[in-house]
């Protein structure tokens, strides 16, 4: 029987770099290239209060909270992971909401895709994969043009987006 302590010996430390982020490659294919980090998000459990005896007790919640998911993306020169992320955002406020689930097969309008975050082993063989579900874009963060930057730096922009959850696998 391993011992904790020889069990933790053995690992290895996750390496920040290590990740791949595919949302729908036919569509997104800009997005997947161009994340340059993840911000997995929190999740939590908001108590219960029952009240008791002249106090409030609190319990174990009942809902799951997630938080949301932001991904910054460096800009390529001729914008198109901009322009794939600002055309999804503009979709989902022009379309009805549609699921790919309920889809025709000659239908393309759809409001929300599942995003999967590889984690990636030092060997860049894939360890676990967390997949958000039914994502859609709530915001594309500023885009900073700076004319007096000393060195070259690639411009940057934040994408946050809310899902209805996530599942991790290996």
């Not at 161009?34 to 174990?60: E, I, Y």
């Not at 590889?118 to 063989?125: E, I, T």
């Not at 958000?132 to 934040?158: E, H, L, R």
Request: net charge negative; proline share 5%; hydrophobic share 40%.
């Amino acid at each position: 029987m391993a011992t904790i302590e020889s069990t933790l010996e053995s690992q290895n430390f996750l390496q920040p770099t290590g990740f791949k982020v595919v949302v729908l490659r036919k569509r997104f294919k800009n997005l997947e290239f161009f994340a340059q980090s993840v911000q997995h998000p929190d999740l939590s459990v908001a108590p219960a209060v029952a009240p008791f005896r002249g106090t409030n007790a609190q319990l174990p919640g009942d809902k799951l909270e997630y938080g949301t998911l932001t991904i910054d993306a460096i800009m390529d020169e001729n914008m198109n992971v901009y322009k794939e992320m600002h055309t999804w955002l503009k979709s989902t406020v022009e379309a009805k909401y549609k699921t790919p689930s309920a889809l025709n097969s000659n239908d393309e309008d759809v409001s929300v895709y599942d995003i999967s975050l590889m984690v990636l082993s030092s060997h860049n063989n894939t360890i676990d994969t967390i997949r958000y579900k039914d994502t859609f874009p709530i915001s594309i963060g500023t885009v900073n043009f700076q004319s007096t930057a000393d060195a070259v730096q690639y411009v940057t922009f934040p994408i946050t987006f809310a899902y209805t959850g996530f599942t991790i696998t290996d």
